[in-house]
T-cell receptor, first 112, second 113 residues
């Protein structure tokens, strides 16, 4: 059974700092890994999708990496801004059944 | 602007009442997921469909929950009878099998008194 863990659970940083969010998964037989952002009271917004054959994806100040063999992914946010404050969730889609399982998320607060 | 649409956005009901939540997936998407989000449990997968066929509903309490896709433009999640512990935000998401990217609706916030 796939389990997804995100560390840290919460993070507070000053504006401008670079930061890394971590995601680990127990079953390496994945189809893809996706990072989402969720603002309070809102739905989830897809940030980056990494296919199992890829090592990383970049979008603006965001960079996500994937190491399937070790069961890890990181989301790197450069030059953080107060608008980045949100909960960031990692989701893994397994091969075969294509079931998508989420981690508990990392709540990020960027102080102005 | 293609998006997943969920109704109702908010629902307050009394214990024992039937609740039906609806989802319109993005046109052309053939995979639909239902998730439940609570502070304690986070996002839990309840059920998912591919080409309208249910693939897995092992996350749902079978005695009170049911999920269906009457057609390609509508997915429903029904709770009967509802209980206070069902209070949560229910999300629908749709996607294409090839890319696997998921797109979420805004959610239906359910409060059972």
């Amino acid at each position: 059974k796939q389990e997804v863990t995100q560390i840290p659970a919460a993070l507070s940083v000053p504006e401008g700092e670079n930061l890394v969010l971590n995601c680990s998964f127990t079953d390496s037989a994945i189809y893809n890994l996706q990072w989402f952002r969720q603002d309070p009271g809102k739905g989830l917004t897809s940030l980056l999708l990494i296919q199992s054959s890829q090592r990383e994806q970049t979008s603006g100040r965001l960079n996500a990496s994937l190491d399937k063999s070790s069961g890890r992914s990181t989301l790197y946010i450069a030059a953080s801004q107060p608008g980045d404050s949100a909960t960031y969730l990692c989701a893994v889609t397994n091969t075969g059944g294509f079931k998508t399982i989420f981690g508990a998320g990392t709540r990020l607060f960027v102080k102005a | 602007d293609a998006r997943v649409t969920q109704t109702p956005r908010h629902k307050v009901t009394e214990m024992g009442q039937e609740v039906t939540m609806r989802c319109q997936p993005i046109l052309g998407h053939n995979t639909v997921f239902w998730y439940r989000q609570t502070m304690m449990q986070g996002l839990e997968l309840l059920a998912y469909f591919r080409n309208r066929a249910p693939l897995d509903d092992s996350g749902m309490p079978k005695d009170r929950f049911s999920a269906e896709m009457p057609d390609a433009t509508l997915a429903t999640l029904k709770i009967q009878p509802s209980e206070p512990r069902d209070s949560a935000v229910y999300f629908c998401a749709s996607g294409l099998r090839v890319s696997g990217e998921l797109f979420f609706g805004e959610g239906s916030r359910l409060t059972v008194l």
